[in-house]
């Protein structure tokens, strides 16, 4: 048996094909295939009537004597197809049926089904893309934010890479400033290169750490998860209902009703967030209420966001960043230091939802190119700890080793170095088709 590391490798060179459109009822139902035999495939189908490169061209398609369908057809030789392969599309009439038949005539015709994310690995081994733009595709498919979208297709345009390749030539730059302090230690080496070189391992040093804090990439990649929390019957659920716009929770003006967390999904402003409604926070001699509390806390303490919900009485923040909400200010007065609102009556819901906005803002907005996958953070925080030994060695051949392997931890991000045993789990991940 043909070990899984080893089997997109080996069959490389053949003709693969998927469907590229999603399925259920539609008009259109595209099919892409790529690999070195596509022209002989699309020929055979198209009774050797290939369309101008890069132009639609509407064809019938046959095989063994049947009419396959009626589709336009786009030939696409490479290297300036997306693999940088020979490739095709048929743009096909999307019945269950037709697709059916003409994957049944690729597969005679020699074509096999690509398994997920080969379109894209073979554009990633062709140069055509690197490792984080193959993820940034990934993403995109994903999106279902407007703060995705454009993270992803920014990522997808290179931004991260340029990060990563800028912070590689710094280093390519250090290596040989290094590398002449070792081959020549006896020579007079003006001052200033072993200034430079500190001052230049500083602002690289300084400059991870300053990326690695930066989590904005990683919240809205997986979304913002915001966490309603307070004290037993202060409008928690009824908040939350609000905002989903229908009936998520229980809402009784018994104390104690939400026991357990609810969490919807919920689009706002363009950012997807994870509303987290959470049981009242109180002692409690009850077992299922005292556990449902103890999952609130567990949420509190990992959300991204915070609104605390208090309803006439003052309480102390259950995070110092914790946005405070005084609900029922149909009933008591609003308390300092807190946004006044009445979920009932409807009462100071916009200034809320302005002020949520500004908040959410600050959590995904920013200047520059933010990591946005567990991978990224892994591969950062393994060159930063080869900066680190860096700066502290002692020995010149020490400082140079240290620094050859921060290269190579930033190498393997973009994919320059280390790649085979990175495809398999990366592209496993894609859907089938991309």
């Not at 509407?58 to 589709?71: P, T």
């Not at 009703?257 to 994870?274: E, N, Y």
């Not at 960043?321 to 946004?339: G, H, Q």
């Not at 892994?378 to 060159?383: C, P, T, Y």
């Amino acid at each position: 048996m043909v070990d899984a590391m080893e089997r997109p490798a080996a069959r490389k060179g053949e003709v693969i094909f998927a469907l590229a459109t999603g399925t259920g009822r539609a008009a259109i139902a595209i099919m892409r295939a790529s690999g070195a035999g596509a022209q002989e495939v699309l020929a055979s189908l198209c009774g050797g009537r290939l369309p101008k490169p890069r132009h639609a061209c509407l064809r019938a398609l046959h095989h063994e004597g049947d009419h396959l369908d009626d589709a336009m057809v786009l030939w696409l030789p490479g290297p300036r197809s997306y693999t940088g392969e020979d490739g095709f599309e048929l743009h096909l009439h999307a019945g269950p049926a037709v697709i059916d038949r003409v994957a049944m005539a690729l597969t005679t015709l020699g074509a096999r089904p690509a398994e997920p994310g080969e379109f894209t690995r073979r554009a990633v081994q062709a140069g055509r893309l690197d490792l984080l733009q193959a993820e940034a595709i990934a993403d995109l498919v994903e999106a279902e934010s407007q703060s995705q979208r454009q993270q992803a297709l920014a990522q997808a345009d290179g931004a991260l890479s340029r990060l990563y390749e800028g912070w590689s030539e710094r280093l390519k730059t250090l290596l040989a400033h290094q590398e002449a302090l070792i081959d020549f230690p006896d020579e007079d080496l003006p001052e200033a290169v072993e200034l430079a070189l500190s001052r230049t391992l500083n602002d690289l040093r300084s400059a991870l750490e300053a990326h690695l804090s930066d989590k904005r990439g990683e919240i809205v990649r997986r979304g913002l998860t915001v966490v309603i929390a307070g004290a037993p019957n202060v409008g928690k659920s009824s908040l939350l209902n609000h905002l989903a716009g229908y009936d998520a929770a229980i809402v009784t003006h018994r104390a104690g009703t939400t026991r357990d967390v609810i969490a919807i999904d919920w689009l706002f402003q363009g950012v997807r967030l994870r509303l987290v409604d959470t049981a009242g926070l109180r002692e409690t001699e009850d077992e299922i209420e005292a556990e449902g509390i103890r999952r609130a806390m567990f949420h509190v303490e990992h959300a991204d966001l915070v609104l605390h919900v208090v309803a006439g009485m003052a309480e102390m923040p259950l995070r110092p960043d914790a946005m405070m909400v005084s609900n029922k200010v149909d009933l008591y007065p609003a308390l300092d230091n807190t946004l006044g609102l009445s979920v009932q009556t409807g009462e100071g819901m916009e200034g809320f939802e302005q002020a949520l906005g500004v908040r959410i803002k600050a959590l995904t907005a920013g200047v520059g190119a933010p990591l946005t996958r567990a991978r990224h953070r892994a591969g950062i925080e393994e060159a930063l700890l080869y900066l680190d030994q860096a700066h502290e060695a002692l020995w010149p051949e020490v400082r140079g080793e240290a620094l050859r392997l921060a290269m190579r931890a930033l190498g393997r991000l973009t994919g320059q170095v280390d790649v085979d045993s990175l495809l398999d789990v990366i592209f496993g991940q894609f859907c089938i088709g991309k």
